[in-house]
């Protein structure tokens, strides 16, 4: 079985501040981690992920997350958040050829 | 295009009745997922399908049941609609193969309202 928790449901932060929105998984095999984004009134869409290599993962509009086996965790963060990532974030998890587990999502409110 | 489309977008219907959700897909992807999403609770898988002679439920399949028509294109049924099955349905997409393992490709959604 696998699982998702993300803690925070909700966080606020001022525009241009850094953010981190945590997430820890659980899984008995190997897994591949995601981050999707959901844009006010949207679809989700991927944001980054990791299958393999490297630990650490960024996407094209600055977002950056880390692999760390040890602690089960997969952390999003961003060293300056604008207005346009106002979202809410969620965190899945896919081990081996399982179907994908979503956390419940972390609203990100940006503070102008 | 939109690689995966959902419709009707919006509906509004009323306890009892039969509702249809559609689902299409132009990505050649052989699993396709049907997800609600409610405030605090993420996305809770409804039923998926590998291909088109594999349906499963998922961990919320009470009230709902699928038809996958076609590779493309499946569709999620309320039989007898109830006030608690208001909310987002997502439909998605992926495919086994490549580096893209398990990386799901989602429609706008559905918003439906059970009176």
């Known amino acids: 079985a696998q699982s998702v928790t993300q803690l925070d449901s909700q966080v606020p932060v001022f525009e241009e501040a850094p953010v981190e929105l945590r997430c820890n998984y659980s899984?008995?095999?190997?897994?591949?981690l995601f981050w999707y984004v959901q844009y006010p009134n949207q679809g989700l869409q991927l944001l980054l992920k990791y299958l393999s290599g490297s630990t650490l993962v960024e996407s094209i509009n600055g977002f950056e997350a880390e692999f760390n086996k040890s602690q089960t965790s997969f952390h999003l963060r961003k060293p300056s958040v604008h207005i346009s990532d106002t979202a809410e974030y969620f965190c899945?998890?896919?081990?081996?050829?399982?179907?994908?587990?979503f956390g419940t999502g972390t609203k990100l409110q940006v503070i102008p | 295009d939109a690689d995966v489309t959902q419709t009707p977008r919006n509906r509004i219907t009323k306890t009892g009745k039969r509702i249809m959700l559609e689902c299409s897909q132009t990505k050649g992807h052989d699993r396709m997922y049907w997800y609600r999403q409610d405030p605090g609770l993420g996305l809770r898988l409804i039923y998926y399908s590998f291909d088109v002679k594999d349906i499963n439920k998922g961990e919320i399949s009470d009230g709902y049941s699928v038809s996958r028509q076609a590779q493309a294109k499946f569709s999620l049924s309320l039989e007898s609609a109830i006030p608690n099955q208001t909310a987002l349905y997502f439909c998605a997409t992926s495919d086994l193969t490549g580096m893209g393992r398990n990386e799901q490709f989602f429609g706008p959604g559905t918003r439906l309202t059970v009176l």
């Open positions: 899945a998890v896919a081990g081996g050829y399982q179907k994908v587990t």
């Open positions: 899984s008995s095999v190997s897994v591949y």
